[in-house]
């Protein structure tokens, strides 16, 4: 499933058969496929996300996505970037709404981290507040740069914007943050 | 819910399904079509500009403005299209796009120097500027069906793209149906695209942020 590039265009040729037979109605195809694509995403995320909380959501989010997708793959055409397009896109959407999502204790013990070099704080259910209290802007570049870890260039890749906004972005979030902090 | 579990759903959920047809087939479809919508209903709601047929044939300038125009449509088309397909790289036509379109709109700032036509009210039409809304409107409620029934990803710069497309046909048909004259070309035939295209993915962002949340 990995390794040269021999094995790889062997890996496309399979999974582009499959779902060429899938959409056809082919369960059987169908189901080898998902459960192939199901370690394919999994270790693509780990790879490109770190170890994510919510992996598994993750994984089932985009392989609900593949299915309502699979109409678009036109066999013949490479099947990765069909793929890692949708699994990318559907893994964002997850991450944007993990902080709105997530309890005030969880959001506190993220901000918790070592990566964060913002105050110290000292009240969970304060700090996850004034985390919701930031502009999407500010939060999304935050909790893609201080939380999970992604390189100021990814978290520009990911928001469409140049690396000097996403560092601008930091810096007033962080400065926000404080500010929220001390009224 | 357990992963093989939400697999054997899947499975179980299977249907048939179309695939997709070539995209560049459907669109000429939607560019004719398009046109032909357009052009009909101009001619049915008031006159086009009396002599555009010699300008477009014995004037080069004017037919190159029309070229840039055209290509820019076209551009912007099928990048509408393609963005709906997963992993389909669109970035070098976006920017081809967006260039032509910025030559087309470059006629009309050069024209407040040097005009292509010189600029008379022969031609004019009352109302230009809703025309161009009105007409543009079907096509790109069209266009984003289309989209609808593919799979977007990115949905506020597929619908940009749509409106762009879907604005520029009322507005190179202004080019010969209306008066020439580049402050009002820019104002009555231009404006409405960018306003369509502003209102059409300021929309869509809207809904997709509720739907997020």
């Not at chain 1, 997708?69 to 970037?81: C, L, S």
Request: hydrophobic letters at 50%; glycine letters at 8%.
């Amino acid at each position: 499933m990995s390794g040269t590039a021999g094995d790889k265009a062997e890996d496309e040729a399979r999974w582009s058969g499959w779902l060429a037979l899938a959409q056809a109605g082919d369960g059987e195809a169908y189901g080898q496929l998902l459960g192939e694509l199901a370690g394919v995403i999994r270790a693509y995320l780990i790879s490109r996300f770190g170890r994510l909380d919510n992996l598994d959501d993750c994984v089932q989010e985009s392989l609900l996505a593949l299915h309502q997708a699979r109409h678009t793959f036109e066999p013949g055409r490479p099947f990765r970037p069909w793929l890692f397009a949708i699994v990318r896109n559907k893994t964002i959407d997850q991450l944007r709404r993990a902080p709105r999502e997530m309890p005030a204790a969880e959001a506190m013990a993220v901000v918790d981290e070592p990566a964060y070099d913002g105050p110290e704080p000292g009240d969970a259910i304060d700090t996850g507040r004034l985390l919701a209290r930031l502009s999407h802007n500010l939060r999304e570049t935050l909790v893609l740069t201080k939380i999970m870890g992604f390189s100021t260039r990814e978290c520009a890749d990911r928001q469409g914007v140049s690396e000097s906004v996403v560092k601008v972005r930091v810096h007033r979030g962080l400065r926000k943050l404080r500010a929220l902090r001390e009224v | 819910m357990d992963e093989d579990k939400l697999i054997a759903s899947l499975k179980a959920d299977l249907s048939p399904v179309q695939p997709l047809g070539s995209a560049s087939r459907i669109a000429l479809l939607w560019l004719l079509v398009s046109v032909a919508y357009v052009l009909t209903v101009g001619a049915a709601l008031g006159p086009f500009r009396p002599g555009f047929v010699g300008e477009l044939l014995g004037v080069p300038r004017f037919s190159i403005e029309m070229i840039l125009g055209l290509a820019a449509l076209v551009c912007f088309l099928v990048v509408a299209l393609l963005e709906s397909i997963p992993g389909r790289a669109v970035g070098g036509l976006r920017r081809v796009g967006w260039l032509l379109l910025l030559a087309w709109l470059a006629q009309f700032v050069i024209g407040f120097v040097a005009p292509v036509l010189e600029p008379s009210m022969l031609g004019k039409r009352d109302h230009c500027a809703w025309e161009a809304y009105l007409y543009s409107l079907p096509p790109l409620a069209w266009l984003i069906y289309l989209q609808r029934h593919r799979y977007v990803l990115e949905p506020v710069r597929a619908v940009l793209h749509s409106a762009l497309a879907a604005g520029l046909v009322p507005a190179l048909m202004m080019q010969v149906a209306c008066m020439y004259e580049p402050g009002h070309i820019l104002t009555f035939h231009v404006l409405p695209i960018g306003i369509l295209a502003a209102f059409a993915s300021g929309l869509t962002w809207m809904l997709s942020q509720r739907a997020d949340s």
